[in-house]
C-alpha cells in the first residue's frame, strides 16, 4: 500500500476527470460541477472583447441550465424535477443557480472569446444533500481503512449523485443514508474518477484505501465483490461512509 501511495502520488493530476458531455453543457463527476461553455466570433472591428465577453457568457450560461435535464439525484429522480417543485428547496436551487461562476475565459488574437462557467454541486444542493443523509451515524475516524475506493469500469453504470451500492446478496453496504449529515453541510458522499492515481481520489481516500471490483450493475445498483468478507471490518466500512471517503472509478 506504501507503494502504491508513493506512485498515486507520483502522478497525481496527470489524468483527466470523469466528465459526463452534453453538447455545450457537462458534468464533471470529480470536480462535482455543472459546466457550460461557449464560443462567440467578433462581429466586426467594433465589437470589443467586452461585448464578445458579454455574449459569451450569456451562451454558456444557457449550456450550464441545460445540465438540469441529465444531472440524477439517483436513478429515479432528476435535478429538473425537483428544481420545478414549489418548495423550499426549489427556491433555494434557484436562487444559487443565479450564482455560476467564471472558471476560464480565453481571448483569441483574431477575435473572439470562449468562456466556461460552472456550479459547484454541493453548494448547488446543499439542503437536498442534508435531507438525504443521516444524523444517527458517527463520524469516528475508521480503524485501518482510510477510505474505500469502487471499481465499476467497463460496466454499463450512469453516475448519479446517491448512487447504491450492494453486496454480493444484495444487501445494502454504501450509500447516502448512511452519510453524517454533519458531513453533509460541507461536502458530498461520493465522487468518481477515471483512475486511482487521480489527485482527488487521495486527497479522498487517504494512504490506506481498501478496493472493490464491481461485479455487476443491478439496475442502478453497484453490486460488489467480496463486500461481506474480512478485506474491510463493518465498522470501519460505516465509518468510511460516514464521513464520505468513496470514490467510484468509472470510464464513461
Known amino acids: 500500500m ?12 496527470d489524468f483527466t476527470n470523469t466528465i459526463e458531455k452534453h453538447g455545450d453543457s457537462s458534468i464533471n463527476w470529480t470536480q462535482m460541477r455543472l459546466e457550460g461553455s461557449a464560443y462567440v466570433e467578433q462581429n466586426g472591428p467594433t465589437d470589443d472583447y467586452a461585448k464578445q465577453e458579454a455574449r459569451a457568457l450569456a451562451l454558456a450560461h444557457q449550456a450550464l441550465k441545460k445540465t438540469f435535464d441529465h444531472f440524477q439525484l439517483d436513478p429515479s429522480t432528476t435535478l429538473n424535477e425537483i428544481s420545478s417543485e414549489d418548495s423550499k428547496t426549489q427556491r433555494y436551487i434557484i436562487a444559487h443557480a443565479k450564482k455560476y461562476k467564471v472558471s476560464q475565459t480565453s ?34 475516524a475508521p480503524k485501518t481503512h482510510t477510505g474505500i475506493i469502487v471499481d465499476v469500469r467497463g460496466l454499463d453504470f450512469t453516475p448519479v449523485l446517491f448512487p447504491e451500492i450492494v453486496k454480493s446478496d444484495l444487501s445494502p453496504w454504501l450509500s447516502i443514508a448512511g452519510f ?30 481498501v478496493f472493490f471490483t464491481a461485479k455487476s ?11 461481506s468478507s474480512t478485506e474491510i471490518s463493518d465498522s470501519d466500512a460505516q465509518s468510511i461512509m460516514a464521513n464520505g471517503n468513496i470514490v467510484i472509478l468509472l470510464d464513461l
Open 180 to 209: 453524517s449529515t454533519a458531513k453533509a453541510e460541507v461536502q458530498l458522499p461520493f465522487i468518481y474518477a477515471p483512475y486511482a492515481a487521480h489527485s482527488e481520489v487521495i486527497e479522498r481516500t487517504g494512504d490506506n484505501p
Open 217 to 227: 450493475i443491478s439496475g442502478k445498483k453497484i453490486i460488489v465483490h467480496d463486500a
Open 107 to 140: 481571448y483569441k488574437e483574431t477575435g473572439g472569446v470562449s468562456v466556461n462557467v460552472y456550479w459547484d454541486i454541493h453548494k448547488l444542493l446543499r439542503p437536498v444533500i442534508i435531507e438525504h443523509s443521516s444524523d444517527d451515524v458517527s463520524t469516528e
Open 2 to 13: 506504501i507503494l502504491f501511495s508513493l506512485f498515486a502520488l507520483l502522478f497525481a493530476g
